[in-house]
C-alpha cells in the first residue's frame, strides 16, 4: 500500500493537507464500519493523521473522534481494540504534550480538556462496562490532572473533584462489597474490612488526584468547588466516596483554610446531618471533619453544633453514638 501510494502522490504532506476533511469524514464513518479490517485500518489511518498536525486542523471533529475511540475500544474483535487503545494513546500523548508545554498551548491544551474530560467521565470512560476501557479512562484522567498548569485545569476544578468524590464507590470492586456483607464466613468484622477500605481510600491515586486538584484552588473557584462537594456529600452512596468527601473537608479546613473559612458554617451545619451515618466508619469521619471545621466557623455556628451534640448525647434512646 506504501508503494502505490509513493506511486500515485509525490507530495504527501500538500496532499493530505488539501484533501484533509474529506480523509476525515471518511475515517470518522469508517471506524463503525461492518468489516472489523475497515475499523481497524481506520483507527491506524487515523492515529497517523493526527499525528504532527496543528489541533486548529481537527478541531471541529475532536468530540467526534473522542466519541468513535471510546466506541470502538469496546468491539468484539480484539485487533479492532488494540487499534483504537493506540489511537487514544496518540490522542492522550498529543494532549500531555499541550500541557506540558505551558502558556505557549495553553489555549490549545483548554480546548482539548474540554472535549477530553466529557469522555472520560462519561459512561464511556470511567463507567465503561469494559475493564480495558475502565482502566484507560482513569489512568488518563490521573495523567492529565497530574500534568495540567493551574492555569489550564483550574476551570474544571468543580467538575472533576464533584465527579471523583462520586466514582470512589463506583470503581470499587463489588467483591468489597460481597466479603463486607460476609465478613463472618472470612474471620472478620465488618470494623476490620471497612478499617482497610479506609486505609486503601486514604492511598488511592484517586485522593491524589482530588488533593491535587484542590491545590489549584483560588477565591473565586472556591466558591463553585464548595458547591461541588456539598452536592457530592449529599448525594453520596457508598463507603468510599461518603469517606473522601469528610477527607475533602479535612484537606480543605487545613491546607485551605484561609480561601475556605467563609464557607466553614455551611459545612459544618451540613456534616450535623451526616454523622449520624449508620455506618461507625463514615459517622466518625465525618465527625472527625467536624472538630476541623469548629476551628473555622463562626461562634454562632459553633454553639449551634454544642446544642446539636448536647442534645445527642443526653436524649438519644439507648444508642450508641
Partial sequence: MNDIWAALVKDSTSTIDQYFDDIMGDLLSNILGKE???????CAAMADLVQGRPLGKYEKYLSQIWAQTFRVMDDVKSSVRDAAMSLARVLTSILIRSLEAGDSSSKSAELMLKNV?????????LESSATEVQAFA???????IKKASAKTLRGFVPELVERLLG?????????????????????????QIDD?????IRSSPMMEAIE??????DGPTMKDVCSSIQRAMKAAVG????VGCSRVVVSLSTRHSFLFRVHADDFLQLVEKLVLDRNETVSSS??????????????KQILRLLKFSRTLYFDSEGKDL
Fill in 196 to 200: 482497610m477500605r479506609l486505609t486503601s
Fill in 286 to 299: 465525618y465527625a472527625t471533619a467536624c472538630g476541623y471545621l469548629v476551628r473555622l466557623a463562626s461562634d
Fill in 212 to 217: 491535587r486538584c484542590l491545590d489549584l484552588l
Fill in 117 to 125: 474530560l466529557p469522555f472520560l467521565l462519561s459512561p464511556s470512560g
Fill in 239 to 242: 463507603l468510599p466516596s461518603k
Fill in 138 to 144: 482513569l489512568q488518563t484522567l490521573l495523567e492529565l
Fill in 36 to 42: 472489523w479490517r475497515v475499523r481497524q485500518a481506520s
Fill in 167 to 191: 466514582l470512589l464507590s463506583s470503581l470499587e470492586p463489588q467483591a468489597v462489597n460481597y466479603v463486607h456483607l460476609n465478613a463472618d464466613k472470612y474471620g472478620m468484622t465488618a470494623q
